[in-house]
């Protein structure tokens, strides 16, 4: 294995294998960080230790911007949108540019905002899981559970009519998977944003006590910043969310005893880093991290899974253990970049946990879990599918 300015393997979830790749320690054990090539021909360095990951996160000199030349792009087709493809793609700015838009939606992803949502999230979790009862005894938890919920919160949020969630759905996957073609790409956020843009110009003459509706008032942002603040929101809001929804009920499926334990929800945020290389940055200065020099236009990875796993921080990194204090994962990223909706996603994920479990105490997989389905092609990590089986006595309230 190469180490330094000589090209390594670019390590990457793939079927039977563990995760996270045992790559990844070798390369934290490296001096200085590892250059690599992505699946899309890409060279990059990889940041994968801790400490050097939050420092890509927040180094003034390193930008997340993908106008600059040599920005890496994670997905065969498209990559990281600039301002002039989706105007208020915002994580694609740099402060102070970016500070406007976080401004603007912050005060309605506050600890204090989301304690106040958590009712119309039960309402909702409830909702789907009066569905899933009704299958009868069997179901697929992704298709009628952990994709329907975060799609519903989000469009309540943002205030889009329940009916066209399957909509949103449909154009979502295409944006997020890896194996979309461009034209398949280009036609989803094409009838993404003509939808809201129609959605919001509605509220402008009939706004609500939505997200949307508070933009306008506010009046800091253009109709078409908000469209595209809107499209992120609903894709950052749908796959990290039904992805580790899955992921984690999957997990305590598996082990039962932490079936309950308010602990849970901060280690699955950590042991699956489902937006491992969503974080991608390019170089605009000279600068040294870890013992590395980096060049300006140099494009940057770094690897979220692998500062999770990282024993210089987590004790037994790889094991699941609701127990350690896991806090301080960079699973929503770090620094002025740091997920805004992180304090939705842990409301969603301990409310359907709990409700899920308490409607059906006897739920249990339907298949081996070495054969469920895991999805490897899209940037997100996550299940196709979730088959599992309850006696048809246990849905009643």
Request: hydrophobic share 40%; glycine share 8%.
């Amino acid at each position: 294995m190469a180490i330094g300015s000589e090209l390594v393997e670019f390590p990457v979830r793939r079927p039977g294998e563990p995760f996270p790749p045992p790559q990844y320690a070798d390369y934290r054990s490296a001096n200085g960080m590892v250059y690599s090539i992505m699946p899309t021909g890409s060279k990059v360095w990889l940041a994968t230790r801790y400490a050097d990951v939050r420092t890509v996160l927040t180094d003034k000199r390193i930008s997340s911007n993908p106008k600059h030349e040599g920005f890496p792009s994670a997905g065969r087709t498209g990559g990281v949108p600039g301002q002039d493809e989706i105007p208020g793609w915002f994580v694609a700015l740099d402060p102070p540019e970016h500070d406007r838009f976080r401004k603007a939606l912050i005060p309605e992803f506050t600890i204090r905002r989301i304690r106040e949502l958590r009712p119309a999230i039960q309402e909702v979790v409830d909702d789907v899981l009066d569905n899933l009862a009704a299958k009868g005894g069997e179901a697929d938890l992704v298709r009628d559970f952990t994709g329907p919920v975060p799609s519903l919160v989000i469009a309540a949020l943002l205030g889009v009519p329940k009916v066209d969630r399957p909509f949103f759905e449909e154009h979502i996957r295409a944006l997020v998977s890896m194996s979309a073609t461009h034209d398949e790409r280009e036609n989803s956020t094409k009838y993404l944003l003509r939808y809201l843009n129609r959605l919001i110009k509605i509220k402008q003459h009939r706004p609500g006590d939505d997200l949307l509706s508070v933009l306008i008032k506010a009046g800091t942002l253009s109709v078409i910043e908000m469209s595209g603040a809107a499209l992120l929101l609903l894709i950052a809001g749908q796959e990290t969310t039904a992805n580790n929804m899955a992921l984690g009920m999957t997990t305590l499926l598996l082990n039962r005893q932490w079936i309950g334990d308010d602990r849970v929800v901060e280690e699955v945020l950590r042991y699956y880093s489902v937006a491992n290389i969503v974080a991608l940055r390019v170089a605009t200065e000279d600068l040294e991290i870890g013992g590395q020099q980096i060049k300006a236009g140099d494009g940057i990875v770094p690897l979220l899974a692998s500062a999770n796993h990282d024993d210089s921080t987590f004790e037994c990194p790889h094991a699941f253990d609701p127990t350690r204090s896991a806090r301080h994962h960079v699973a929503f990223g770090f620094g002025v970049h740091q997920c805004l909706g992180q304090n939705l996603v842990r409301a969603e994920l301990d409310i359907a946990y709990r409700s899920l479990f308490e409607r059906l105490p006897d739920l249990e997989l339907a298949v081996p879990a070495a054969e469920l389905p895991f999805r490897y092609d899209g940037v997100i990590f996550g299940l196709e599918g979730l088959p599992v089986r309850w006696r048809a006595a246990e849905t009643a309230h």
